[in-house]
């Protein structure tokens, strides 16, 4: 007769606790100077719960908070260079089990300075067919910064900066129309701010020969450069 064996029992050992997930409280984008708070969350299983859980912090390879029972890490004014990865570990103390949460992108977004906006090469003394570029300049705020060019108060044209903080709007001066006040404004995700204003004014002048046969009409061209 066949030998006779017992039916194999498989026992489910439970999992100490689950892979953490860490957040940002309140967003993981926020303003330059916002509290901001990380919390690694995971737990025991209910088999396990005399045990007490361990929680490091990490960004970009570097360690923020070593192995402690806290499991938030607070930042009370989150400065632009705290952007990056963020990843948190847990473990159950006295075990050699680690396990590392997805990790997240926190972004901290300066406010724009107020722009400074520059004619070159000047603002007077300016005849019809010279070369006007308007640069318009911020000494600080997150990328990217939208840049709007105006002549008293009116649109003449925008660009987007995805890393620079200075963008130029060339145009070549057809009339007296083109005399007045230009001003510029930078604006990001978390600000927006307008220069002062920079009058530009014409001689009566002509620095090339213009044919007067006919009326001359203002002409804008639109493109606006990016200043690397």
């Keep these: 007769s066949a030998l006779w064996m017992p039916p194999l029992l498989y026992a489910s050992v439970p999992s100490l606790f689950p892979p953490p997930v860490l957040s940002a409280v309140p967003s993981p984008e926020l303003r330059e100077g916002s509290p901001l708070t990380l919390r690694c969350q995971t737990e025991l299983h209910p088999q396990r719960s005399a045990s007490r859980l361990l929680f ?6 570097h360690t923020l908070q070593n192995w402690g029972p806290h499991s938030e890490l607070c930042l009370p004014e989150a400065q632009e260079g705290a952007s990056g990865l963020y990843w948190c570990q847990a473990t159950r103390e006295g075990s050699r089990v680690q396990k590392q949460s997805p990790q997240l992108e926190v972004r901290v977004q300066a406010p724009v300075s107020q722009p400074l906006l520059t004619l070159r090469p000047r603002s007077t003394g300016l005849a019809v067919g010279d070369t006007v570029e308007l640069l318009c300049e911020t ?33 070549t001066v057809m009339s007296e129309q083109n005399a007045g006040n230009y001003s510029c404004q930078a604006e990001n995700s978390v600000s927006k701010e307008t220069s002062e204003p920079t009058t530009l004014s014409l001689d009566g002048t002509y620095s090339t020969p213009v044919s007067l046969k006919a009326p001359c009409t203002a002409f804008w061209p639109m493109l606006v450069s990016l200043v690397l």
């Design 139 to 171: 000494q600080s705020g997150s990328p990217p910064i939208l840049y709007s060019f105006y002549l008293d108060g009116n649109i003449l044209g925008n660009h987007h900066t995805p890393h620079g903080r200075a963008a130029s709007f060339p145009f």
């Design 56 to 61: 490091s912090f990490h960004k970009d390879g």
